[in-house]
């Protein structure tokens, strides 16, 4: 009991330096730290960065620690998955495989009718969307290959998925698992301006619905999966399925310490070689922390693949 009581708090002293390294940053009192490689951006410059970082390594431990991805300790969990088909190791799903697992053999479009969504496309745009030609071209040459499967966290009305995720995996014969509650995040809920996206009908949003119209307007219904979960939950559930990961894009809540755990757990889903991206790196300070953290503890540098998105490969 002692032992567990000294790495649970040692784990917890990693988890303050986290918070206390993202208010001090949040204050401007902190300069950008060293990661063992270079931060670069589209015009080639080299941004300098001032000192290597004493709790990199501490960080990623903690993170491993305070939030496993695999889940454990669940003995239910563990019969559920006995029960399905059994697999050596991380793998790929199939549409088949997708439809069954995470929807039981129904249709998550049944009764979908195509509608007019050119409206919801001009009034919100997002960066994947503003640079998507260049984003399907710098990730693909950055893993080498057609990418087969991929992950988008926070997928909002699925502008993103239908302009530029959704085709780039259909063209390749790929699929995209969206995870999102569709209830909103802070912003969304206390914002005026997105009210006319949430749609509050009885005290809930009804995102959801704009989503999977977009997605049959696009024609993307056996390329794009919506699941309906947290981020942390969606990605557990992955680890605990063992399916693995050519991409993911978080953009989800951009909240300082959350962000940090995103990366952390949709991280471990990639495949060797495979790419974790994002955007805002110009407007949330947050996630601009949240990645250098991050990257310093893992050895990784910070890829710029397009304006406002950062990327980070792992290793092959």
């Known amino acids: 009991a002692a032992a567990l009581f000294a790495e649970a708090a040692s784990a917890s002293a990693g988890l303050c330096r986290i918070f206390d390294d993202v208010a001090t ?18 015009a080639g410059r080299q941004q300098g960065l001032d000192e290597e970082s004493p709790h990199e390594t501490p ?15 669940e003995s239910q969990l563990k019969a559920i998955l006995a029960r399905r088909p059994p697999h050596a190791g991380p793998y790929q799903p199939d549409e088949t495989d997708l439809m069954n697992t995470l929807f039981f053999g129904s249709d998550p479009y049944v009764d979908r009718v195509v509608k007019d969504m050119s409206e919801v496309q001009k009034a919100y745009r997002s960066t994947a969307v503003q640079n998507s030609a260049r984003l399907q071209e710098q990730i693909v040459k950055a893993l080498g290959h057609a990418p087969k499967l991929m992950l988008e966290v926070g997928s909002f009305v699925g502008n993103s998925v239908t302009n530029t995720w959704g085709p780039l995996m259909k063209k390749n014969g790929g699929h995209v698992i969206c995870v999102d509650t569709w209830e909103g995040d802070i912003n969304m809920r206390l914002g005026n301006q997105f009210q006319n996206f949430m749609k509050m009908e009885n005290g809930f949003p009804h995102l959801y619905d704009t989503f999977q119209d977009n997605v049959v307007a696009a024609g993307l219904t056996s390329t794009v999966f ?91």
């Open 25 to 42: 940053e949040a204050l401007g009192l902190v300069q950008v730290r060293k990661t063992r490689g270079k931060i670069w951006s589209l």
């Open 226 to 316: 919506p699941l309906a979960l947290p981020s942390i939950v969606g990605a557990r559930t992955m680890a605990a399925l063992k399916w693995e990961f050519d991409i993911a894009y978080v953009d989800s809540a951009h909240e300082a310490g959350e962000t940090l755990v995103e990366i952390h757990l949709y991280y471990g889903l990639l495949k060797p070689g495979g790419v974790l991206l994002g955007d805002d790196w110009d407007f949330f300070p947050a996630v601009r922390n949240d990645v250098k953290r991050f990257a310093g503890c893992q050895g990784l540098e910070i890829q710029f693949p397009a304006s406002n998105t950062w990327m980070l490969q792992k290793p092959k």
């Open 59 to 73: 960080l990623c431990q903690s993170l491993s620690k305070l939030f496993p991805l695999d889940p454990v300790g």
